[in-house]
């Protein structure tokens, strides 16, 4: 009995805990926002901005609350099942999924405003769509492009690529071909998380790999172009020698070093990347950004947006999408996108002049705003678990060599179809 009457207290304390939102001292609403900004820019960007919204809104306070995209997903879990999740929850829209079906997420639908609504295209909401509710906000959202030595490019003679005429996969394999020699490589694959940039960029080449059944159930095929992307990098690595085989256990930072020195001409990384090559570039160091190859296509590529979620438990819901709303006006939202090196959704943001110079490759990125597309994973039920358990080592394998594209293909199919189908029962 007594252990059972400690129990239940530690519960209620737990529970109290976690309610941080029922208000302050003084009788104030108090919302905790736990914000995945990370950069020194847009740390600073957020926490003014939630300073600004406490300084206008009195009665309604939010704490800024630092999480980790390192390890986002658990916490999340764990919070949730205890109740103790923040009220306002920035995210991933790939990783949404498993968290709206199991209702720890605000449908949004009947509370955000229209001027939001009609402001993020209807593609973007589409990433945050599960079932017939909206379970968070689109706000930034980040293209893969190559980050290229504009010397070697310039000395090697080869055609530079445009948004408006990019290379092909086949002609990439060519110029890296062209590239490498003397202990360089035309580029350098970082690819310790294969999955995300082997499905985004595969949409280019007509790639879709799950496939969503007239029951709603959904299948791993993998099909004519899904092969695409894969193969190139494979020839690259393993036929051409054109791409380092040492890279591919790395992550994009891990690369830069080795781009800066000569060693690599092209590195293939997320847009937000230019942030750290402004940074770290040596002195004298000619750097440009380009777009990632075209496929069948075109330079459609899949992206996971950041998203701003408010939690299930959250009693008010309607003074969190208040401040989601203030954050997310246009001009925030630039503040925001330049605190992150990243694009915004919203149309009004995007079309700010400040994310079309030239400098450090701005005009290139907005220039593929227009191609870009929900991930093929973004509602597949189970997806972590595929990606961890299945994809991810399947596709190190085969990218290291170790395995042929036939032995992908069945792991990708066989083995994951296993795995997606105990989420689908």
Not at 216 to 244: C, I, L, M, W, Y
Not at 370 to 380: E, N
Request: hydrophobic content about 40%; aromatic content about 8%; overall charge negative.
């Amino acid at each position: 009995m007594r252990t059972r009457i400690l129990a239940a207290a530690l519960a209620v304390v737990l529970l109290l805990a976690g309610c941080s939102s029922g208000g302050g001292d003084d009788g104030r609403i108090v919302l905790r926002f736990q914000s995945l900004a990370w950069q020194d820019e847009s740390v600073a960007a957020t926490r003014e901005l939630v300073e600004e919204w406490n300084a206008r809104h009195p009665d309604v306070r939010v704490e800024y609350v630092q999480g980790s995209w390192d390890s986002v997903h658990d916490q999340l879990l764990t919070s949730f099942e205890g109740g103790e999740a923040p009220d306002i929850v920035h995210d991933a829209a790939d990783d949404l999924a498993d968290f709206a079906y199991g209702g720890h997420l605000a449908d949004l639908t009947h509370l955000l405003p229209e001027r939001l609504r009609s402001d993020i295209p209807p593609g973007s909401w589409e990433t945050v769509t599960f079932g017939d509710g909206l379970y968070g906000v689109p706000f930034l959202q980040e293209p893969r492009v190559l980050v290229a030595d504009a010397n070697r490019l310039k000395e090697s003679g080869v055609r530079v690529p445009t948004p408006e005429h990019p290379w092909t996969w086949e002609e990439f394999r060519q110029v890296t071909k062209r590239l490498s020699g003397g202990g360089r490589y035309g580029v350098a694959w970082p690819l310790r998380d294969p999955v995300s940039a082997t499905l985004n960029l595969s949409l280019s080449a007509g790639g879709q790999l799950f496939h969503r059944g007239p029951d709603g159930k959904v299948t791993v095929r993998f099909e004519e172009g899904d092969e695409v992307v894969p193969r190139t990098v494979h020839e690259q690595v393993n036929t051409d020698r054109s791409a380092s085989p040492t890279t591919l256990g790395s992550g994009g930072s891990d690369t830069l070093p080795g781009l800066f020195a000569g060693k690599y001409a092209m590195v293939p990384l997320g847009f937000s990347y230019r942030q750290q090559i402004a940074q770290q570039a040596p002195e004298g160091f000619d750097w440009q950004v380009l777009p990632a190859p075209a496929g069948a296509d075109g330079l459609t590529q899949g992206v996971s947006p950041q998203t701003l979620s408010v939690a299930e438990d959250c009693p008010h819901k309607k003074e969190a999408v208040a401040f989601l709303d203030f954050l997310l006006q246009p001009e925030n939202t630039v503040r925001l996108a330049l605190g992150d090196w990243m694009l915004p959704t919203g149309r009004r943001a995007l079309a700010d002049p400040a994310l079309h110079t030239a400098e450090h490759g701005w005009a290139t990125g907005t220039a593929l705003a227009g191609h870009l597309r929900p991930a093929p994973a973004q509602t597949v039920r189970g997806y972590p678990e595929w990606k961890d358990k299945v994809a991810t080592p399947a596709l190190q394998e085969y990218y290291s060599g170790a395995i042929g594209l036939a032995e992908l293909r069945e792991r990708l199919e066989k083995d994951g179809n296993l795995v997606l189908a105990r989420y689908q029962r």
